[in-house]
């Protein structure tokens, strides 16, 4: 499939699991696209890039070491996406780093997630964290600070900082993720 045949698949994924389960394969099985979509995804003012956001976090979710060829560009770029149908799949990405990067098992990313990767996350989680975002991004970022934390030990006090801040004025769903938040930092100490 050519980048232009692509673009025009993209234009039939809508919401359903299916579709981008469907797009994530096809990504899976021809790896040469994830390029084009990462194209699409920072093309940040065209409608299709919330779309490539969706299979993006699809084919990771399906198998994260598809994107590790990729992390120098998909975090350098990361910052630039902001339609919020797409920033909620790019914290999902970032979440699926930082859990595969807390798990001792997984030294194939471990050792391809370099720190100029985790200070960009860092970076854009602590973005979404302050700025106007939506509530799952912000809780996928608690997580992924949360976990990026236990490596970087500056970042716990930061995030407890903005949790306990913002807490009062948030939606209950942010409310019970940062509490849980809050109990994991507090314990580990």
């Known amino acids: 499939m050519t980048t232009t045949q692509l673009y025009e698949q993209l234009n039939t994924v809508n919401h359903s699991r299916e579709k981008r389960l469907y797009f994530a394969h096809m990504l899976l099985a021809e790896p040469k696209l994830i390029p084009s979509v990462l ?3 920072f093309k940040t003012d065209d409608k299709l890039s919330c779309k490539a956001a969706w299979i993006l976090e699809f084919m990771c979710g399906e198998n994260l070491e598809a994107l590790l060829p990729h ?37 194939t990313l471990r050792i391809a997630l370099k720190t100029i990767h985790k200070e960009r996350i860092i970076s854009v989680c602590f973005d979404y964290m302050i700025n106007d975002e939506k509530i799952a991004p912000k809780a996928y970022s608690m997580q992924t600070l949360y976990l990026l934390g236990l490596e970087f030990d500056w970042i716990h006090p930061e995030l407890a900082q903005i949790l306990e801040r913002d807490f009062h004025m948030q939606s209950s769903g942010y409310k019970a993720r940062a509490k849980q938040i809050l109990k994991q930092i507090r314990t580990k100490k």
Do not use: G, Q, W
């Not at 996406?81 to 979440?95: F, G």
């Open 39 to 41: 194209d699409l995804l």
């Open 71 to 107: 992390l120098d560009r998909f975090t350098l770029h990361m910052h630039t996406v902001y339609l919020d149908s797409a920033v909620r799949p790019v914290a999902k990405i970032c979440e699926y780093l930082a859990k595969a990067n807390h798990d001792t098992k997984n030294t």
